[in-house]
């Protein structure tokens, strides 16, 4: 079992659904991330957040909206996404937030395509 | 600014030769640290080493191994006869201070049978 689990590994919606996507980490950590990647794209983080408290946000449009109910567990929401959203999500977590020595553990990431 | 490139968008080789992935850096700050990760095709990244910038030792671990260099701002990864589980997409990435963990582009590895 990998220290970070998402579900659903794979998702097709439409521009007017709305799904989540969903991240634990099973590491004892206080930091947990979204990140994005999309062909030819390196990767982008998105949130980031520390003990339940969401410390960064990278500028993400509101269509995404992510929540952490608690250390172990983050999610991200999705509405109204755009054919370009398209992208394989990763969640990732660390022992903290902040930090120069802190190493990112990923999960297998979700693969999301909107139709 | 942080910076990290990884100029080889793609290399092929076939099994058992050696191949070393290049990293270059930027970064202002004197303590940073330095990732590789590895991306099969399943999509997960897979942590592989960290290095701080006050260790500049070469390290070794089975057939990876790793040459940082401060003078020349690099941290190449070298794997010693590659097998075919070998291919997968390698990133190199920074850490300063702060949230983020800035990536490369990756660099593609196919090992041939």
């Known amino acids: 079992e990998t220290g970070v689990t998402q579900t659903p590994r794979h998702l097709v919606m439409g521009m007017t659904n709305k799904k989540s996507l969903k991240c634990e980490q099973h590491l004892g950590h206080n930091a947990m991330y979204w990140y994005k990647q999309s062909a030819k794209k390196p990767l982008e983080l998105m949130f980031v957040?520390?003990?339940?408290?969401?410390?960064e946000n990278n500028s993400v449009p509101s269509r995404f909206s992510p929540e952490c109910p608690n250390s172990s567990h983050l999610f991200l929401h999705l509405h109204t996404l755009q054919p370009e959203d398209s992208a394989l999500y990763l969640c990732a977590s660390s022992q903290v937030a902040r930090g120069s020595g802190n190493t990112i553990y990923f999960g297998e990431g979700s693969w999301l395509t909107v139709v | 600014a942080q910076k990290v490139t990884q100029a080889q968008t793609e290399i092929s080789v076939v099994e058992k030769e050696d191949v070393t992935l290049d990293c270059v850096y930027e970064?202002?700050?004197?303590?940073?640290?330095l990732f590789w990760y590895k991306q099969p095709p399943s999509g997960e990244l897979v942590f592989l080493i960290r290095?701080?910038?006050?260790?500049?030792q070469n390290e070794i671990s089975g057939r990876y191994s790793w040459n940082f260099q401060k003078s020349t701002s690099s941290f190449n990864f070298t794997i010693t006869a590659s097998q075919v589980v070998d291919s997968a997409v390698y990133f190199c990435?920074?850490?300063?201070?702060?949230?983020?963990?800035?990536f490369g582009a990756g660099t593609r590895l196919f090992v041939k049978a």
């Open positions: 970064t202002r700050d004197t303590t940073y640290y």
């Open positions: 957040y520390s003990l339940e408290e969401r410390v």
């Open positions: 290095r701080n910038s006050f260790d500049e």
């Open positions: 990435a920074l850490r300063e201070g702060g949230f983020k963990t800035i």
